[in-house]
């Protein structure tokens, strides 16, 4: 699969690599923000954070208010990744316009947005 080549060239396996591009659009998320946006069970989202912490890419912190809530937020490790890590935008962005047009390109983005916010 061409998303875990990307994944390969920084040494990472694709799950992480997905969690860490949302945490470097949004660093703090809580673990169920994450999960959403990620589209994981809670189970699952949370055996990748601890592997992700064990790795060093990421610290929790539970919320002053509430302290129930857990923000993750991403280590010097992690943001040093960020230069590393091919743009995906732009990655798909290339696969796509041999065989798409632009209008087909934006639909395709109205979609998947709409389809996110759904979800």
Do not use: H
């Amino acid at each position: 699969m061409e998303y875990q080549r990307l994944a390969d060239q920084i040494g990472l396996d694709s799950a992480p690599l997905a969690a860490l591009r949302e945490l470097w659009q949004q660093n703090g998320l809580t673990v169920t923000e994450l999960g959403e946006k990620l589209v994981l069970k809670a189970s699952t989202i949370t055996s990748l954070v601890d592997r992700m912490e064990r790795d060093g890419l990421v610290y929790r912190e539970r919320g002053n208010d509430d302290r129930r809530v857990v923000k993750i937020y991403l280590t010097e490790q992690a943001l040093k990744l960020q230069g590393r890590c091919p743009d995906f935008d732009e990655y798909l962005e290339q696969k796509l316009k041999p065989n798409f047009s632009d209008a087909e390109i934006k639909t395709l983005v109205k979609l998947l947005n709409k389809l996110e916010s759904t979800l």
